[in-house]
């Protein structure tokens, strides 16, 4: 009898034993970094890095003094395993440590190795700014950020001196109609009319502001838009022809690209009083 019963326990004990299967999914791969404690990049140094299945990345990234302007981020030597074909990695750019949405300057997407320019945004100087990259299976790949052609922001214009060539440039790098753009600012001796004159290498535009926020254009017949063209010219005559610009008064300038073909157009700038 305590032989049947030693038989029966063994049966039991070894159902029990018996491995389950599940359909959980394997994790590999390292993440880098997290939303408290991001993952640092020097501006114009490549660093490898990578997302663990299906997870997140974290890094963030500081601007230098004098680093107002358009940025982009190469994501290159893309390697991606178990993830989807056209929909890899998504890249959240953001203002603020928290990462929050109401933060968050740019989003995109790349399905392989890519160079993202964050929907031609620019960046204030001195600034740091955080990147959230998700994953889409397991990746690796190496990250620059670097800094564009296209100059100053809406918080950190750059400064013109009047009657002083100032050069610069714009930039198109996807071919579409989402040039660059770069911010400037002058401010007036004397109640005048001001020209603005630019030799350029293709065609651009501009737009003359009142305000720091670059929000309230200066209002004339044709707001102070200059014609789409090569060396460009226009006068800046305030809210009438004959009441010019207001003396001591800071004044604030878009330059924008017009193309839709892969270029950098160059330029030299001049705001200066009419006749001078």
Not at 14 to 22: G, L, N, W
Not at 87 to 114: F, Q
Request: charged share 10%; proline share 1%.
């Amino acid at each position: 009898m305590n032989k049947i019963f030693y038989f029966i326990l063994v049966l039991i004990m070894s159902a029990c034993s018996v491995e389950t299967t599940t359909n959980e999914p394997t994790t590999s791969g390292t993440s880098d970094g997290t939303a408290s404690a991001p993952v640092e990049l020097t501006v114009g140094t490549a660093k490898s890095g990578g997302i663990a299945t299906n997870g997140d990345s974290y890094y963030q990234f500081t601007t230098s003094a004098t680093g107002a302007g358009s940025y982009k981020l190469a994501i290159e030597s893309m390697v991606v395993t178990d993830g989807w074909a056209s929909y890899a990695v998504t890249t959240s750019l953001y203002s603020t440590a928290g990462m929050t949405s109401s933060s968050r300057l740019d989003w995109e997407s790349c399905a392989a190795s890519c160079a993202l320019y964050f929907d031609y945004q620019n960046l204030d100087a001195s600034k740091t700014y955080y990147l959230k990259l998700a994953g889409f299976g397991t990746v690796t790949y190496s990250l620059t950020v670097s800094q564009g052609g296209s100059e100053g922001s809406t918080n950190d214009p750059v400064e013109l001196t009047l009657g002083t060539a100032h050069s610069g440039t714009i930039d198109n790098i996807d071919g579409t109609w989402e040039n660059g753009y770069s911010y400037y600012k002058f401010t007036t001796a004397s109640a005048d009319n001001y020209t603005l004159t630019m030799t350029n290498s293709d065609s651009l535009d501009c737009i003359l502001y009142s305000n720091s926020a670059f929000s309230t254009v200066v209002s004339n017949y044709n707001y102070n838009n200059c014609t789409a063209g090569t060396n460009l010219s226009d006068n800046f005559t305030g809210t009438s022809s004959s009441a010019g610009l207001s003396a001591s008064t800071a004044y604030y300038l878009r330059i924008e690209g017009t193309l839709t073909t892969v270029k950098t157009t160059t330029y030299n700038i001049t705001v200066a009083a009419e006749g001078n």
